[in-house]
């Protein structure tokens, strides 16, 4: 167990990255900080972790990540105020969550301290790297894959825990997301792995997702994998709909993740008193009152899409346009979460985190 | 493109570690031949496959595999007669289900001549790891990963295409297998990638089959997400009953895998005029034929489990014994395959391939 920040190794870059990089035109999750976190679970125990220069990995052929896919991952963002402090959005919420998925995938849980100590530590160490311009932050990505060998599928003996950083602009490039209401491919099955954050739920929706987009299409939004009935969840976010005033979002189940902005787009509808809705939602309803003109915003919600409007969205062949409000709950939302985020507001709802 | 075995460079290794291996204690995949063929995925092309020696391999953090699970994977074994020939069972069959499996990860498919001749040229430079024993073989893991970078969750632009191999034992070190009935937790959904060999599949049963493993079962057999009523399969093998003297096996499926034993298994049916069935089988059914003596026989068919005869399975709090018969299909139609895979018999399916 480590007690205090102190206790993590540290062994700093010889030469810093950060000059070569524009922070003024940052891609989404492609440029990486000068350090990373690294801990090693061996002999039925998570060993001390260590900051060490981001550098590759080395890994036996026969590591179980290659083979089965054993892996979890939490997304975050570390933003930086006009007084250059360092702030996180609920962070002890990616631990918990973590910890979740790595149970569901029979993977070892993290000590408290290990995570939140190590991400204030690297964050402390390459604080120059969070960007401060509007809509950029630096992305952090804790991950836990299986390193221990052996081509018998069962869980592995050996894990790494690792903390990675890029600062990063936009998730999506365009700000018009155009999604398609799946009805051949599903993302999850009822008792299966689609509520954690585990690898494998996420290369399964590249294929349907590829052939959205040569439909004109950017994101698939999943349906139940029974009767494709229910609106389920967009994979990288969890979708919201407005019907006429009220908010609706399907509620988290196994197929569903438990999403971070999700749930705080429901606690500010609460507090605002935005009428919200947390119900099964049919694909029909949906269609139906697009038709009918009471479909007024879709928009999908996650950390790194933060609020993402939807412009229209396609079902049996057909498209259907949202319409472009002047004031919508998305951009209301999203402003609310972005000013608490980059320290711009009170928070009354104590998720802001000071690093 | 490459045409014949010999453009394969070939890096042999300095010290073959084959001395210390114990050939009549083999476990399952864990012990790692001298050598393995890897071939990188870059710029939109498969570059020349390499034999190296088998050494660790340097990953990037945000290589995509550790984020996303994008990853597919065949098991294949290599087979020495007594006159050192070596063997291999039914490879085109494997060679085309990993192009259907990375189709539907997003992965690019591997050209024929990669795949057979890396195969064929590793296998001749490794001859001496294939074992001879009985039982014994030379497990053969060809495995496709994301190793390009990003967090984007997306497909990768760079791939890694490994052949690595492990001389092993039995895939049970138990002959008698006990298996649970689940039916709460899933392994795949409808329109999901259950009839790939994505790595995510797999870690996905981790957890479950801890739970059974617990109760005292081996495997778990899996059911339809959906309300739990059909025999799906079992993971790492593809599941048969005999009711009375008839053989019956699930159809496959886009949640089932197309095994290549259990596609062996109906074809020798067949020749050998035993009447089988392809159809939904209910759970109701089994448990029933339990119950009133016709469920003569359940096994498991995979390559690295060949024919594993079940001794019992769990039902909803129930144990049910399989009764212990002479003649068993399970043996019959273990010796009719492993006498062809070692070259004891004559061939008429035309399955055995020589290296």
Known sequence: MIGTAQKIAIEKTKTSKITSVDFDN??????????????????????????????????????????????????????????????????????????????????????????????????????????????????????????????????????????????????????????????????????GVGFAKAGGNYAGQFYPTQLAVEKGYQQVIWTDDNAHEYIEEAGAMNIFVRIKDTLVTGPVSDRILDGITRKSILEIAREEGIPAEVRKLKVNEVVEAAKNGTLKEMFGAGTAAVVSPIAAFGYRGSDYDLPQLEKSYASRFKKRITDIQYNRSEDSFGWRFKV
């Open 26 to 191: 940052l891609p989404f999750g492609s440029v990486f900080s000068d350090h990373m976190l690294v801990c090693d679970y061996r002999n039925g125990a998570w060993e001390a972790p260590k900051i060490m220069p981001y550098q590759p990995i080395s890994l036996d052929p026969s590591a179980k990540i290659f083979h089965y896919g054993q892996s979890v991952f939490e997304g975050m963002k570390a933003y930086r105020d006009k007084d250059h402090n360092i702030w996180l959005f609920r962070p002890e919420d990616n631990y918990k969550r973590l910890n979740v998925s790595s149970k569901r995938m029979a993977m070892p849980e993290l000590p408290k301290e290990y995570f939140m100590e190590g991400l204030k530590t690297l964050l402390q160490l390459d604080r120059d790297w969070i960007p401060q311009s509007e809509g950029s932050s630096l992305y952090v990505r804790p991950f836990i894959f299986a390193s221990g060998r052996g081509f018998h599928a069962s869980p592995a003996d050996e894990y790494k825990f690792i903390i990675a950083t890029a600062p990063s602009g936009a998730y999506f490039s365009s700000g018009k997301v155009k999604v398609l209401i799946e009805e051949t491919y599903s993302r999850a099955a009822n008792g």
